[in-house]
């Protein structure tokens, strides 16, 4: 469901008129400038949010990030185009109506917090719903409930100057959530604050919204803030969105040069996870014998295998050495099973996997929650992926909230038809000192080859 | 330009507008008097009603509750030399003139503010007629006050407040403007009403600048005792006055003394009202 839709709107300081109908003609800021004297605050602004959904407005400062989050609720009148609130359209309410927009349907978190000084914790938290005209006990108790929410029981009876910077944006974030609105519009939430608070903030913020669902327009101008915290994000130029996706999207294929000059230092490592770069993972089920195991292994020509149950729940791996000795005393998959494998799970940032795929003998298998297992991690894709190519990436061209899979969505949605997981040679066990070799062998080949590396994984293939 | 541009009869235009107000507003002036009258009066009777060591003490606990033991013990000691100079009735009526001047400037003048911060429109007209308030000298308005509302104490009132009155405007004006924005902001966020905002947010936050123009007000009107003698208003003016024209100039300088110890007990006081009550409250 579409809980904000926002129609070219336009905003414009100075003398409007003559301006619009430059901007409506594809004029530029500077242009516009020297023509008419209007400065361009947002021009033509098209996107969408969904509802239970975190959209991140991300620009430097004086792109018209903030003048743009403004004309949500209207702090700011837009000078053209529409703002629809569940369906509603905003621009054309009057006082009484957007009044009743700005105390049900909206809240906001400010840059500078914007507490009263004169009050407490409890009835800054109170606010939104005194001015509504609810009794003092229930607004209290709603009160007291918001400070629960964000850990500030206990303080109560203070006043946001004896709190530290943190503890009051928890406090403009508590008034946010006392009345109860479904959206919630932060301005710079967390950029006031200093970089260790900032990130404990980000994972509180992503914590409570797993809870609560609410809709968020996160403003920043912080990139890895957004890329943390947002399902999707706008780009901001001189008061245009300059493109709209998933935090992979824009990274992987930046609209244009600004944005891929924007995001280039970006560690990608930080950002794409297991699941985003794990290979589908060939596996033989326990209640097949040694016979079909080594079938499988030799026609995929790789050394060792994961062994499921029915349920694809993972129980160990076996070589193909252990194998060949287990037909030769007739036993079942069982008796060789190696259970100690390494396991993670499918929305670990690569950044925290590197040590587990380095070190470990066999590829590092993904697993959800159930222990059921979704694929493998293969070095060479790993490294591909993070010098970015998207061939080595699970549902990038498209990918639409999937992508975000990462963190909220359920993890089985990742798309196993994807092109890249289709090459056919993703298991790929060898002994461990030829592991080590290849893996060598397999990064030249990326790095001279950016475009081909799953042919290339395939031309070193050999089965022991 | 005298040639071609012969001087404006901008004297006799006031001439002729004084008139026809005292005669058109006769009535209107009347009851402004009586009421004027009665409550300087009533002031005046009340506080005499009380027994100076009373009231002595009063004041004292009163500054020690508002401010601290310094201003406590300084209270007590200039009232003390009042009573002993034997200035204590004359101080009583100067205070009664005082305080129902500026009852009457934050009567008018807050509101005047607050609608002035509100409306741009507002703040410039006002703005030039505090300027004139302020710097026509107090004589002009003085003897045209007198047609209106007779020799006394009341002239001498409705003079302090057009001195004195000033201050508060400005300083309501300025405090309602100097709110943070962001908090401005947040406010009208949550779907406040401009009287909720006003009430909760601007009001509590300007306070401080308010007092401030309060207080400036209080010495404005104190300042203006002596003139206000001058039209027959009782009081430490009076006393001053007299020995002034009398030129006893010790005399003269222990009335002044008395004026000077009310100006600093009044002056503490306002100034450390709602001062101490938030701890918390740093902007």
Redesign the interface.
């Known amino acids: 469901m579409k809980k904000i839709e926002v129609r070219n709107v336009t905003k414009m300081f100075g003398k409007s008129k003559k301006a619009i109908q430059l901007l409506r003609e594809g004029e530029s800021k500077q242009s516009i400038l020297k023509k008419t004297g209007a400065t361009v605050g947002v021009n033509q602004a098209n996107f969408e949010v969904e509802a239970g959904e975190i959209f991140v407005i991300m620009g430097l400062s004086g792109s018209g990030k903030s003048t743009l989050v403004r004309m949500l609720?209207r702090?700011i009148d837009p000078t053209a185009g529409e703002v629809f609130i569940d369906g509603e359209d905003i621009v054309k309410m009057n006082k009484e109506q957007l009044?009743?927009?700005?105390?049900k349907k909206?809240?906001?978190v400010?840059?500078?917090f914007?507490?009263?000084?004169?009050r407490?914790v409890l009835e800054n938290t109170e606010?939104?719903l005194?001015?509504?005209g609810i009794p003092k006990e229930t607004r209290a108790v709603k009160a007291m409930d918001a400070l629960k929410l964000v850990g500030l029981e206990g303080y109560e009876n203070?006043?946001?100057?004896?709190l530290s910077g943190g503890m009051q944006q928890r406090v403009g974030l508590a008034?946010a959530l006392a009345?109860d609105a479904d959206i919630l519009?932060m301005d710079e939430a967390f950029s006031a604050l200093d970089p260790l608070i900032r990130k404990d903030m980000q994972d509180e913020l992503l914590e409570l919204q797993a809870k609560m669902k609410k809709t968020i327009v996160f403003i920043t101008h912080d990139l890895d803030e957004a890329l943390r915290i947002g399902d999707r994000i706008a780009l901001m130029k001189d008061g245009s969105i300059v493109q709209i996706g998933t935090a992979e999207e824009i990274l992987m294929n930046p609209s244009n040069d600004y944005v891929e000059r924007f995001v280039e230092d970006v560690d990608l490592s930080k950002v794409l996870t297991a699941g985003h770069v794990m290979k589908r993972a060939e596996s033989v089920s326990i209640e097949k014998g040694p016979r079909v195991a080594l079938k499988n292994m030799k026609e995929l020509g790789i050394s060792s295998i994961y062994v499921v149950d029915k349920k694809k729940t993972l129980l160990g791996a076996i070589t193909a050495s252990d194998a060949i000795d287990a037909l030769e005393r007739n036993e079942g998959l069982a008796t060789i099973l190696q259970a100690d494998v390494q396991t993670v799970l499918p929305d670990t940032l690569l950044t925290d996997l590197f040590e587990k795929v380095s070190t470990a003998s066999i590829p590092v298998a993904v697993v959800d929650e159930n222990n059921r297992l979704l694929g493998i991690l293969v070095r060479g894709a790993v490294i591909g992926a993070l010098a970015g190519n998207n061939i080595d990436l699970n549902t990038i061209p498209n990918g639409k909230t999937e992508v975000a899979a990462g963190r909220l969505e359920p993890i089985n949605r990742i798309d196993f038809s994807s092109k890249s997981v289709q090459t056919k040679q993703s298991n790929h066990f060898s002994s461990e000192s030829d592991q080590r070799r290849k893996v060598i062998q397999q990064d030249n080949t990326i790095l001279n080859l950016p475009s081909q590396p799953n042919e290339s994984l395939n031309s070193d293939r050999e089965v022991n | 330009m005298e040639n071609w541009l012969p001087k404006l009869p901008i004297a006799d235009w006031v001439d002729v507008f004084v008139n026809w107000l005292t005669t058109n507003l006769e009535i209107a002036f009347n009851a402004i008097t009586s009421v004027l009258e009665t409550v300087v009066d009533g002031m005046v009777s009340g506080f005499g009603y009380i027994p100076s060591y009373v009231f002595m003490i009063l004041l004292t606990l009163i500054a020690w509750k508002i401010a601290n033991k310094t201003i406590a013990l300084f209270t007590l000691i200039g009232l003390f030399l009042i009573a002993n100079l034997g200035y204590w009735d004359p101080m009583l009526e100067t205070l009664a003139l005082v305080l129902t001047a500026v009852i009457i400037s934050i009567l008018l003048g807050i509101p005047m503010g607050i609608w002035a911060s509100q409306k741009p429109s507002v703040r410039q007209i006002v703005t030039p007629i505090l300027d004139f308030m302020q710097t026509m000298p107090a004589f002009v308005y003085l003897i045209p006050a007198i047609f209106f509302f007779n020799i006394g104490v009341v002239p001498g009132v409705v003079a302090s407040v057009i001195f004195a009155m000033p201050p508060t405007i400005r300083l309501t004006i300025l405090g309602i403007q100097q709110v943070p924005a962001d908090i401005i902001e947040a406010t009208e966020a949550f779907g406040s009403t401009t009287g909720q905002r006003l009430l909760k947010v601007q009001l509590p936050l300007a306070m401080p600048t308010i007092m401030a123009g309060i207080n400036q007000s209080i010495m404005l009107a104190l300042s203006m005792v002596v003139i206000a003698s001058m039209v027959g208003a009782p009081g430490l003016g009076a006393d001053v006055y007299r020995a002034v024209t009398q030129i006893q100039i010790g005399k003269g300088f222990e009335a002044g003394l008395a004026i000077v110890v009310i100006a600093i007990i009044l002056d503490r006081l306002t100034q450390n009202i709602g001062k101490n009550k938030k701890q918390g409250g740093t902007a």
Do not use: C, D, W
């Open positions: 609720n702090l009044r009743n927009v700005r105390r909206i809240s906001m400010f840059q500078k914007a507490l009263l000084p004169h407490t606010y939104g005194e001015i509504q203070q006043y946001p100057g004896q008034r009345n519009l």
